[in-house]
């Protein structure tokens, strides 16, 4: 069965220091993986998802993740943080097999502050 | 704005009244699911449709809910008999099935509290 670890309930980070959100998933074959952020009274945005075409992953506003399979992990990272980044991060695997579609497993989510 | 839409954003009900939502998918998506979410949790799966055929419930589908896609475009989701422990955001998605690296997409939620 596919799922996700989320190693951090809560981060913390200044204004213009780096940011990582940690994200672990278990696996029986090859996943699509996504990080979603969901803002304060809004809907779920997709930030970006890794489906075997490369191992580093570019997102939207500055976002990357990198899959390492030897690792299971899925780790979320940015440069340097912005106030606007402070949200709720969803790491979010599959239950089918890379670009097959299937229902979506959230992780329980990592709340990101940026303190200015 | 083409995005998934749901009706209504907020919902208040009295224990024991039934509820029913809608969701309006993004015009050419053939795929849609139904999650809900808790306070302080990701988001669970409850259904998926593919065109109007109900392919999969999850065991957090009690009998008092039902799910339909009538002609394979809007879906509704009701729940007979609320219970307090129904209430949650109820979120949907839709995906075109076959698109690289099938993406869902998510609707703003519909909140539901019962008294």
Known sequence: AQSVTQLDSHVSVSEGTPVLLRCNYSSSYS???FWYV???NKGLQLLLKYTSAATLVKGINGFEAE????????HLTK???HMSDAAEYFCVVSDRGVNQGGKLIFG?????SVKP | DTGVSQDPRHKITKRGQNVTFRCDPISEHNRLYWYRQTLGQGPEFLTYFQNEAQLEKSRLLSDRFSAERPKGSFSTLEIQRTEQGDSAMYLCASSLEGGFGETQYFGPGTRLLVL
């Not at chain 1, 329980?108 to 990101?112: D, F």
């Open chain 1, 79 to 81: 440069p340097s943080a």
């Open chain 1, 67 to 74: 899959f390492k399979k030897s690792e299971t992990s899925f």
């Open chain 1, 108 to 112: 329980q989510g990592t709340e990101l």
């Open chain 1, 31 to 33: 996943p699509s993986l």
């Open chain 1, 38 to 40: 969901q803002h304060p």
